[in-house]
């Protein structure tokens, strides 16, 4: 009984922190923060900011013929795949939060990281990359 109730607890345990990506939702806006310091925002939310912040950072990561298809206007284009990644996001200002997005969510979430690791206060990944914006909201 006693080896169950072990076993039981390190199953539990295990199970808890693989699935701990996710630290606490922000009441009001539903922003998700994970564990990484990133904080995940739905297309509608990230809408709402973009209407009311003229001096916002957004960062499509995507490649240049991604871009060129078609992107959040207002978008700067920073590859993620470039080898001068990172001089491109040192000439964003880190106190002021970046918006990253890509295809789907696994580059910008790279991305994210990498922009945190670099020392940048707030960053934001657009939950569902760039497949989850509106079709009709400020495309270029």
Known sequence: MRSQFACSFFVLFFLIGCNNDYRHVDGQNQTIETTSGKKILKADQLIEILKNDDGHQIVDVRTPEEYAESHIEGAVNF?????????????????????????SGK???????????????EVFDLKGGFDGWPADKDKQ
């Open 107 to 121: 580059r910008s979430g790279k991305a994210a990281k990498i922009l945190i690791d670099e020392g940048f206060d």
């Open 79 to 103: 590859n993620i795949y470039d080898d001068d990644f990172s001089s491109k996001i040192a000439t964003l200002d880190r106190q002021k939060p970046v918006y990253v997005y890509c295809k």
